[in-house]
C-alpha cells in the first residue's frame, strides 16, 4: 500500500475514519471519504494526470473546481464509462477506477508527445492553414481530424443508468452555496419566501472551506456555515440542493440544473436517478457564485506542479493535503499571501514569494515576511525546471515596463508553484441571462454591469471580494430578491466578519522570459487547448481582431471548460497587440451548460417504452393476440396485416384484399379523427370550410368533402355526417385529426366569431370497426335486427342507428373500398365486444380481417386518394382530376379564391394518374422518378413520382398512381421509371383500375 | 343476442394487465376510473339563460374563473376555456338530461365518456411525481383542492385537478394516451413506493 505520505495530519474536512480504496491508470491507491480524485492523488504524490490536447505536453491539477482544465479523466468503465471528467470533482468512492486520457501508450511515455518537439508545425489556426486545398480532399482530412480530436473516448453502447427531471418553482433562486449565497438564503428564507439554493459542490460553503486566517460572528467560517445550513434545513420552504450545478440561464428566469445524485455512490440506489435534471423558474435568482483565480501567463507555467494559488489553500485547508512540499509563490496581488502563510501553517515550506509588483506592503506582506520567507519584488518566473513535476525555478528582475528582464537569472528549488494572477467573478450566468458586463480596471476583471433579468449578483461574482462585504451584500440582496417575490420582512443584520486585509494587483498580462515570445518554452494561456500568448499574438498580427474570431482560430476558450480560466487573459493579451482598451476588444459569449451535462439527463425517462407515446385503439389487444403485424401512423399504432400460417407479406395482402372482394372483410378503424360539430350555423361553417356544397345535407346522410388550404391546396379529406337538426359528425384523416379541429377554431375564432357553432373532439369516444365486401350485408343482418339493410331502406352514403350485437350504434354506410361497406360506432368500451361479435357471426363467410396495407390496395383499385400519399401540400382538387367536389356556385370557402387563379388550372402542372408497367408483375417503387426521354444515366428531365403502388391481386397486376407533369393529356402515353438495377416502361391510364362502373357498391 | 349487461366493457388500461395491490406505505396510489360521465358543455358564459339553465341543471353555478373547479352533490364542473366546461358526473343519465336542458338554447353537450379515462394519482409524494413532468407550479399555495390545469405530463397533453390535500390529483387523459400515462405515473412513482388500487 502506497501511502498517504502528502496527507497533513490536523488539517482537512476528510473522514479519516474511512479509507477508500481507488485506481488510476490501473494502479491502486488510498483516499479518505470527503477526497476528490484529485486531492487523494496529490495525497498519494500522483501529479501527472493527463496530456495536452495538441502538444501532449504532461499536466497536473492546476484548479480545485470545476475550472480544472488539465485533470480530465475517463471514469469507469463499459458502458458506465465517461470521458473528459474534472478530476477536481469527482468524489471519490470505494472501486472507483480512473484512467489518464489522451495519452499512448501510457502517461508516462506518451508518442504523441513528438507534437511538442514539432510545436513550429502547429501554430495557431494550424487546421484551417493545412487542411484547405484541394476541397475535394476534405473528407479525407476529416478522418484524420476526427481521430485525432478529443480528449476521452465515448462509452461503446447505450447508457445503462437512470437519469429523471423534475420541475421546480422558487421566489428566488439562490445560485452558489458560499458565504454570499448562504447569507442571501438565510435573509430571504426568513421571510418565508419559496428558496431553492443550489451549489455544485459536495459540501456548503463554498471559499470558506478553505481558509483559515478569517472569522464570522467570532466563529471559525466552517462553524458559522454548519450553523447556517441547519437554520436554512429548518425552514420548510427552503430547498437546499447540493451537487447541482446551475447549467443554463434562459429567458423570464427560467434555468437549468444538473443534479449529480448518486455519481458520488459509485452506484445509484434502486429506482434513484444517477442524476437529475432540475428546470426552474424563479421570481427572482440571486447569483453567488464566486469568482476564479487566473493563472499568470508565463514560461511553461503548465507543468505539472504549478497550481493555482487558492487551489492550494483549498488543498491544505479543505482536504488535508499538502500540494508540494516546498513551494514557490508567483503572484500580482495579495492573495497569494494567504496562501504562503496556510502552507507554513500545514508545515509545508515556502522557498520565495515572487511578486510582479513593484513594492509591496501590508499586513499580509508583513505576515510573511516576519515568517522570514522572502519576497522578490518587481521580479518573474523565467524558467521552470522538471517536465512531468516541478524542480525549480529561475527568476529575474523586470524591466521598467514589465515587458522584459534585466540582471542575472537567480535558480530556486521547489516542487509546487501557487500562482494568482488575480480574479476573475464568475458572471458566466450573469452574461447567460443577457446580462451586459463591465470592466473593472481595479479587479482588471469584467464584472456585471446592467442586469437585462430579475436577478442581482453577490459577493465576489458581483466583484466584491471582501469576506465582510461579501456577506453584507449577500443579506441585503436576499432579503431584497424575497421582497420582491412578494414576501415582505426586514433584512437581518449581516454577520460580522474579519480577514486579513488586501492591497491592489498589478496586472501583468504575459511575464516576459530570457528569449522572445515563443522560443524556449511556451507561455500557455489555454491550458486544454494548448494556446499559447505567442498563438494569440500570431493571429492578432494575422489580421484576426475579433474576439470571436481569435476564439474560432486559435481555439481558446473551445475546450471543455470553455475557457473558464484562460479568456480573460487571452483577451488582455489581444488587446496588447491591437493597442486597444479590453472592454472596447470585448467578450466571447458565455453559452450554456456551465460546466459539460450528461445528454442522459437531458432525455431524462424519455427512454425504452417512454420515449414516445404509442396510441392505441381498443381493438389493439386483438390484433396483438392474433398475430397482426403493425405499423406506425402518427402516434397510432394500426394494424398493418395479419399474416397466417407463415405467410409472407405479400402472400397475405394478396388474400386479405381478395377476401374483401369476395367475400368481406373487418378492419379496425377507430383511429379516424372525429368532430362533433353543434350548432345553427354549424351546416353554414361547413359549407365554407369544404370545397363542396353542404347546406341541404339531410339528416342521417353523408357527404364527401375535401378541405383545403387558403392557397388552394388540399388539407385533409373525410365524411361528415348530419346526425340531428344542426348537429354533425365530422371524420379526418388519423394523422390530420389535432390539426383539423384547431383548423376550425382557427376560422371560427378569428374570422367568423359570428357563427353560432361549436366543436368537439370525440376521436376515441367511438370504436369504429369497418366491414367491406359483398357479404358485409349478410353479416351485418345477423347482428342487428332494428335496422333494414335493404338498399332501399339503408342507401350508400346514409347513417342509422341501431343495436348492434346488442351494443348501441351509428351505423355509416359508407366506402373506402367500393364495396358494400359499413362503419359501425359503438361506444369504445364495447369496440372489442363489437369486434369479437362480427368475427364470430362472420365466421360462415370467412370473414377476413385486414389492416392498412390491404386497405390502401383496396382504395387504389378503386382510385380513392390518400391526403399525404398523393398530395403533399402542393397538389390542388384539380390536380387530382377531382374538380367534381368543388362547387362553381357558392359564393366563397376557404382556398377559393386560390384556386381560381389560371395558374392552378395549368395543364401543364403534375397531375395524378394511373400507371401500368409493361410486366404486370413489376411492381414499381413509391417515389419512383418518371421520365419521358430516357438517358444512360442521370440527370434526366423529371416528369414526376409514383405515389402509390401495389400488387392488385383483384386486377391480376400491378397498379400504381403517380403525379406526372401534364398527366391528364398523356393518357396512353408510354414513359419510364429509371431504378438502380432496370428501367420499367410504363404507361399512363385514368387512376382507377377496379369496378370502373361503380356497380358493387350495393353489394 | 347479448345484451349490454353481459357484454364485457373494456377500458383503456384493461390491456395492461394491471395488478391490483403495492406496499401499504407507498408514497403513491394510483387508481383507474374508466367509466364516470364525462361531458363537454359549451355555451357563451354571457348568456344569462345559459348560465341559470345550466345552473339549475348541474345544481352549481359554472366556474367562470379560468382554471378553478366547481362542485356538486351531482357534478364537477372544471373550467378549460372561455365558453368550455369538463363536467364530471357519476349520473349516467345527465348527459341527456342536460343536452335536453340546453336544446332550446346556443349550446352544446358532448359525450366524451369514453373518448377519456381518468387515473387518480394519490399519496404523500403526488405532488413530487407530478412535477418530474409537469411544468406548472403545484405548490400548495400556487395550486390547490378546487383547481384544475390543462398541461403537458411527460409527452401528452391531460387535464387535471386537484380534489383533496393528501394531495390527490385526478388527471383526464385521451384513452389512446392512457397507457403510455399509466407507465409514466408508475415509473415516476418508483422511488417513492407505488400501490394500485381499485376504484369504489
Known amino acids: 500500500m502506497s501511502g498517504q505520505s502528502f496527507r497533513i495530519r490536523d488539517k482537512g474536512r476528510i473522514d479519516r475514519s474511512k479509507p477508500v480504496r481507488f485506481t488510476f491508470d490501473g494502479k491502486s491507491y488510498e483516499g479518505f471519504e470527503g477526497d476528490t480524485l484529485a486531492s487523494a492523488l496529490i495525497a498519494n504524490g500522483v501529479h501527472l494526470i493527463g496530456r495536452s490536447f495538441k502538444y501532449h505536453r504532461p499536466r497536473g491539477i492546476l484548479a480545485a473546481g470545476s475550472e480544472e482544465p488539465n485533470a480530465l479523466i475517463q471514469l469507469g468503465g463499459g458502458n458506465k464509462s465517461e470521458p473528459n471528467l474534472r478530476a477536481t470533482q469527482i468524489e471519490i468512492f470505494d472501486g472507483l477506477e480512473a484512467a489518464s486520457q489522451n495519452r499512448w501508450p501510457n502517461l508516462k511515455f506518451d508518442v504523441g508527445a513528438i507534437n511538442s518537439v514539432f510545436h513550429r508545425l502547429f501554430p495557431a489556426g494550424f487546421y484551417y492553414k493545412t487542411f484547405m486545398w484541394p476541397a475535394s480532399l476534405w473528407l479525407k482530412y476529416e478522418h484524420v481530424i476526427r481521430h485525432a480530436a478529443g480528449l476521452g473516448k465515448a462509452p461503446p453502447d447505450r447508457d445503462p443508468d437512470r437519469y429523471e427531471k423534475v420541475h421546480a418553482h422558487a421566489d428566488v433562486l439562490i445560485v452558489g452555496g458560499g458565504p454570499a449565497g448562504l447569507a442571501a438564503a438565510l435573509a430571504a428564507g426568513k421571510t418565508g419566501a419559496r428558496v431553492i439554493l443550489a451549489d455544485e459542490t459536495a459540501d456548503w460553503g463554498g471559499s470558506l472551506l478553505s481558509e483559515s486566517d478569517c472569522e464570522i460572528d467570532g466563529k471559525e467560517p466552517a462553524r458559522w456555515v454548519e450553523e447556517t445550513v441547519a437554520e436554512l434545513e429548518a425552514m420548510p420552504e427552503v430547498t437546499l440542493v447540493k451537487r447541482c450545478t446551475i447549467t443554463g440561464y434562459y429567458d423570464h428566469n427560467y434555468l437549468t440544473g444538473l443534479e449529480r445524485v448518486s455519481d458520488h455512490l459509485g452506484a445509484a440506489p434502486e429506482h434513484t436517478p444517477r442524476q437529475r435534471l432540475w428546470k426552474i423558474r424563479a421570481k427572482r435568482v440571486v447569483l453567488a457564485t464566486g469568482a476564479l483565480e487566473r493563472p499568470l501567463v508565463f514560461t511553461d507555467n503548465d507543468r505539472p506542479g504549478v497550481m493555482l494559488s487558492s487551489a492550494v489553500r483549498t488543498y491544505v485547508n479543505r482536504y488535508g493535503v499538502l500540494p508540494g512540499r516546498k513551494a514557490v509563490i508567483f503572484t500580482n496581488n495579495d492573495d497569494a499571501y494567504r496562501t504562503a502563510l496556510a502552507l507554513e501553517e500545514a508545515h509545508g515550506r515556502v522557498a520565495a514569494i515572487v511578486d510582479v509588483r513593484a513594492s509591496v506592503t501590508g499586513p499580509l506582506a508583513d505576515a510573511v515576511r516576519a515568517k522570514g520567507i522572502t519576497v522578490y519584488e518587481n521580479h518573474g518566473i523565467v524558467s521552470v525546471q522538471g517536465t512531468q513535476k516541478v524542480t525549480g525555478i529561475e527568476v529575474m528582475q523586470l524591466d521598467a515596463d514589465g515587458t522584459g528582464v534585466t540582471g542575472t537569472a537567480k535558480s530556486l528549488n521547489c516542487d509546487l508553484i501557487a500562482m494568482s494572477g488575480g480574479w476573475n467573478p464568475t458572471v458566466h450566468l450573469f452574461s447567460q441571462s443577457k446580462g451586459k458586463l463591465t470592466w473593472d480596471p481595479e479587479m482588471a476583471a469584467f464584472i456585471p454591469g446592467t442586469a437585462s433579468q430579475a436577478l442581482a449578483s453577490a459577493g465576489a461574482c458581483n466583484g466584491t471580494m471582501g469576506l465582510a462585504d461579501g456577506l453584507k451584500e449577500g443579506v441585503k440582496l436576499g432579503a431584497e430578491a424575497a421582497r420582491e417575490a412578494g414576501h415582505k420582512g426586514r433584512a437581518p443584520a449581516a454577520p460580522k466578519a474579519t480577514e486579513p486585509a488586501q492591497g491592489s494587483l498589478r496586472p501583468l498580462w504575459i511575464t516576459p522570459g530570457k528569449a522572445r515570445l515563443g522560443r524556449k518554452g511556451k507561455h500557455f494561456v489555454d491550458f486544454q487547448n494548448d494556446v499559447t500568448a505567442a498563438d494569440v499574438q500570431l493571429a492578432a498580427r494575422e489580421g484576426y481582431r475579433s474576439v470571436e474570431h481569435l476564439k474560432r482560430y486559435t481555439t481558446t476558450g473551445m475546450g471543455t471548460d470553455q475557457g473558464k480560466t484562460s479568456n480573460v487573459n487571452a483577451l488582455a493579451i489581444l488587446s496588447d497587440v491591437l493597442a486597444a482598451e479590453i472592454p472596447s476588444v470585448g467578450t466571447t459569449t458565455f453559452r450554456p451548460p456551465y460546466t459539460p451535462a450528461t445528454i442522459g439527463a437531458y432525455a431524462g425517462r424519455n427512454v425504452g417504452k417512454l420515449f414516445e407515446p404509442i396510441r392505441k385503439t381498443r381493438i389493439d389487444e386483438w390484433a396483438r393476440a392474433n398475430g397482426a403485424k403493425f405499423e406506425h401512423v402518427g402516434q397510432w399504432m394500426r394494424a398493418w396485416y395479419f399474416p397466417k400460417n407463415g405467410e409472407t407479406f405479400r402472400q397475405a395482402i394478396d388474400r386479405e384484399v381478395k377476401a374483401v372482394r369476395d367475400s368481406v372483410g373487418i378492419l379496425d378503424a377507430s383511429t379516424l379523427g372525429k368532430i362533433d360539430i353543434q350548432g345553427p350555423d354549424a351546416a353554414e361553417f361547413l359549407n365554407r370550410i369544404y370545397t363542396n356544397a353542404w347546406l341541404k345535407l339531410g339528416v342521417g346522410r353523408c357527404r364527401y368533402g375535401l378541405m383545403l388550404k387558403e392557397d388552394g391546396m388540399v388539407m385533409d379529406d373525410g365524411v361528415t355526417t348530419c346526425i340531428g337538426e344542426s348537429h354533425y359528425h365530422m371524420t379526418t384523416t388519423t394523422g390530420g385529426a389535432a390539426n383539423v379541429l384547431s383548423w376550425l377554431e382557427e376560422w371560427h375564432q378569428t374570422e367568423w366569431p359570428d357563427l353560432k357553432v361549436f366543436f368537439s373532439s370525440v376521436t376515441e369516444q367511438w370504436s369504429v370497426v369497418a366491414i367491406n365486401g359483398p357479404k358485409s350485408r349478410a353479416v351485418m343482418q345477423k347482428l342487428c335486427n332494428d335496422v333494414d339493410f335493404s338498399a332501399d331502406a339503408f342507401p350508400f352514403m346514409a347513417m342509422k342507428e341501431g343495436t348492434v350485437a346488442g351494443i348501441p350504434a351509428r351505423l355509416y354506410r359508407i366506402s373506402f373500398t367500393g364495396e358494400l361497406s359499413f362503419e359501425i360506432n359503438v361506444p369504445a368500451r364495447y369496440g372489442l365486444a363489437l369486434w369479437e361479435a362480427l368475427m364470430e357471426a362472420g365466421k360462415e363467410f370467412d370473414i377476413t380481417p385486414y389492416g392498412t396495407e390491404t386497405m390502401h390496395v383496396l382504395r387504389a383499385e378503386k382510385g380513392f386518394i390518400i391526403v399525404g400519399q398523393e398530395t403533399d401540400g402542393t397538389v390542388n382538387p384539380l390536380d387530382l382530376g377531382m374538380d367534381w367536389i368543388v362547387s362553381k356556385k357558392k359564393p366563397d370557402f376557404v382556398g377559393k379564391r386560390s384556386l381560381e387563379r389560371e395558374s392552378m388550372a395549368s395543364p401543364e402542372r403534375k397531375q395524378l394518374v394511373g400507371l401500368l408497367t409493361e410486366d404486370p408483375q413489376t411492381v414499381l417503387p413509391e417515389g419512383g422518378h418518371v421520365v419521358e426521354k430516357l438517358k444512360p444515366q442521370p440527370p434526366m428531365v423529371m416528369l414526376g413520382h409514383v405515389t402509390s403502388s401495389y400488387y392488385s391481386p383483384n386486377c391480376g397486376r400491378s397498379i400504381a398512381m403517380a403525379l406526372i407533369k401534364g398527366g391528364h393529356a398523356r393518357h396512353g402515353q408510354t414513359l419510364h421509371v429509371p431504378l438502380e438495377d432496370k428501367v420499367v416502361k410504363v404507361t399512363v391510364t385514368e387512376p382507377r383500375f377496379f369496378d370502373l362502373e361503380g356497380e358493387r357498391i350495393d353489394g | ?200
Open chain 2, 1 to 200: 343476442m347479448a345484451d349490454l349487461e353481459t357484454l364485457t366493457a373494456r377500458t383503456p388500461l384493461d390491456p395492461l394487465d394491471i395488478v391490483i395491490g403495492g406496499p401499504s406505505d407507498a408514497g403513491v396510489t394510483l387508481t383507474e376510473i374508466p367509466f364516470q360521465t364525462r361531458l363537454v358543455l359549451r355555451g357563451l358564459p354571457s348568456d344569462k339563460k345559459f348560465v341559470s339553465t345550466v345552473k339549475k341543471a348541474l345544481g352549481v353555478e359554472l366556474p367562470a374563473k379560468p382554471g378553478t373547479v366547481a362542485s356538486s352533490k351531482t357534478a364537477r364542473v372544471l373550467w378549460t376555456g372561455p365558453n368550455e366546461w369538463m363536467v364530471y358526473s357519476d349520473d349516467t343519465g345527465l348527459a341527456a338530461a342536460l343536452t335536453k336542458a340546453v336544446s332550446n338554447l346556443h349550446a352544446a353537450v358532448t359525450d366524451v365518456t369514453e373518448h377519456y379515462t381518468l387515473i387518480r394519482l394519490s399519496g404523500r409524494h403526488a405532488r413530487d411525481v407530478m412535477i418530474k413532468g409537469c411544468a406548472i407550479d403545484l405548490h400548495p399555495r400556487e395550486f390547490g383542492p378546487g383547481q384544475c390545469a390543462q398541461s403537458h405530463l411527460g409527452r401528452i397533453t391531460v387535464l387535471f385537478d386537484q380534489t383533496d390535500e393528501t394531495p390527490s390529483y385526478d388527471i383526464l387523459v385521451r384513452a389512446s394516451f392512457a397507457e403510455y400515462l399509466w407507465m409514466y405515473l408508475e415509473d415516476a412513482g418508483l422511488e417513492f413506493g407505488v400501490r394500485i388500487e381499485n376504484v369504489g
